[in-house]
């Protein structure tokens, strides 16, 4: 059978919540309310008891375990040495989206939550094969997400008012021509309707 689970990606407090460094990614979010329609996802997701899984990002203070220099972007990122370190406030679910029975999984190099993780076996172990994407950003992390998991096998939908990336029409852009390659697109509002009518597969 074909089970379902959420995968939140990045939605923490260092990178869309009150200590992030991404302010043009939270105006983005903010305008297509993309906090709250993944409230809305999970709370729909909990209720037809399907697994939540936050796929989360952190570095350790000394680095070990993460690969610092081999991309622009993370170089630039960790020239900040309290960017996202581990046990800090920062790499915290944001609240409002964290359930204690909730599980994460949480990574120390890359952009996508399956490589180096045991995403893939937690997955596995539930019996999912339908993976749904919440979260950011559709620059890597969305992106990489689906990629990799088509990679493995897994069938994969974007909910597409429940993710965001900069700016807002190069992600408008991904989710047409990328994301529509790889995923169902769907939005928050109808997956809802779709659980709460009872086919939460």
Not at 124 to 139: E, F, M, Q, T, W
């Amino acid at each position: 059978m074909d089970r379902t689970a959420v995968l939140v990606m990045e939605m923490q407090r260092g990178v869309v919540g009150d200590l992030t460094k991404f302010p043009d990614l939270v105006a983005v979010c903010q305008r297509r309310d993309v906090v709250g329609n993944t409230a809305s996802v999970l709370q729909a997701a909990r209720a037809a008891g399907l697994p939540v899984i936050h796929c989360t990002a952190a570095f350790r203070p000394d680095r070990a375990g993460s690969h610092t220099r081999n991309s622009p972007f993370i170089t630039a990122l960790l020239k900040d040495p309290g960017h996202m370190l581990e046990g800090t406030p920062a790499v915290e679910v944001l609240p409002e989206l964290r359930d204690d029975a909730d599980l994460e999984s949480r990574r120390h190099h890359g952009f996508s939550p399956f490589t180096g993780t045991s995403l893939d076996m937690t997955l596995r172990s539930l019996s999912v094969s339908h993976v749904v994407a919440v979260g950011l950003s559709l620059n890597l992390g969305i992106t990489g997400l689906a990629l990799e998991a088509v990679n493995l096998g897994y069938r994969v939908s974007v909910v597409t008012d429940a993710v965001a990336g900069v700016p807002d029409d190069y992600a408008l852009a991904v989710l047409k021509y990328t994301i529509g390659l790889l995923a169902t697109r769907v939005t928050a509002a109808e997956l809802v309707e779709e659980w709460k009518a009872g086919d939460a597969r």
